[in-house]
């Protein structure tokens, strides 16, 4: 009889992965884990519930995941307009009657890769960004609650990120981040849809 997560996960999560998902215990209280779970469903030897989430501590509130967003948006901005200015990379320079637009592709090119790269590199070691980790959250893959791998949160990333970058800024970030305070029964953004990922809290 297999013990395995579901068929369908892609790549297995690593056994020493800290945060990969648990059977409910059988008794206990207090804990993220206490709730009774749903009647498990026709899976693989039994082990899951057929409720994913099951297991896994409980979904964020979207209001705190949006103050983490906010943190994060701040800190990958400050190195932006560091390396910017650095480098002389403006939104845009005006020289006499001159007004130079080309170099606002670059600037966006540079705060797109920033920005997927610092929740890429972030989220893959510990599910975590820094504003998700002073405020008690992390991303958990939504079958069986392990650390994103880094294909995952790769695609997770640039949903987030490339539109916001090049085209639609904090109205995409609003949309993307936003969809979270409607969806159910997941409170995913539309980030997470594309990555099947949910984020949740760890304290």
């Given at each position: 009889m297999s013990s395995e997560p579901p068929p369908g996960s892609g790549q297995q999560p690593p056994?020493?992965?800290?945060?990969?998902?648990?059977?409910?215990p059988?008794?206990?209280?207090?804990?993220?884990?206490?709730?009774?779970?749903?009647?498990?469903?026709?899976?693989?030897?039994?082990?899951?519930?057929?409720?994913?989430?099951a297991g896994m501590p409980p979904l964020a509130p979207s209001g705190r995941r949006t103050l983490a967003r906010i943190i994060d948006m701040i800190?990958?901005?400050?190195?932006?307009g560091l390396v910017t200015w650095g480098f002389g990379v403006n939104e845009y320079?005006?020289?006499?009657?001159?007004?130079?637009?080309g170099k606002s592709l670059a600037q966006s090119l540079l705060a797109a890769?920033?920005?997927?790269?610092?929740?890429?590199?972030?989220?893959?070691?510990?599910g975590q960004t820094l504003g998700k980790k002073w405020l008690g959250m992390r991303v958990a893959n939504l079958d069986n609650?392990?650390?994103?791998s880094a294909q995952t949160t790769l695609i997770r990333s640039a949903v987030l990120w490339i539109p916001f970058a090049f085209c639609c800024a904090c109205v995409w970030?609003?949309?993307s981040g936003g969809w979270s305070y409607f969806d159910k029964p997941y409170k995913q953004g539309l980030h997470d849809k594309a990555a099947k990922t949910v984020v949740v809290s760890t304290g």
């Open positions: 056994d020493d992965d800290p945060f990969r998902k648990q059977p409910p059988a008794e206990g209280s207090g804990s993220p884990y206490s709730a009774p779970p749903p009647p498990y469903g026709d899976t693989p030897g039994g082990s899951y519930p057929a409720d994913p989430l800190l990958v901005a400050i190195v932006v320079n005006v020289n006499g009657d001159n007004v130079q637009y890769v920033l920005y997927i790269a610092y929740d890429t590199v972030m989220i893959t070691r510990s609650g392990s650390t994103p970030t609003a949309i």
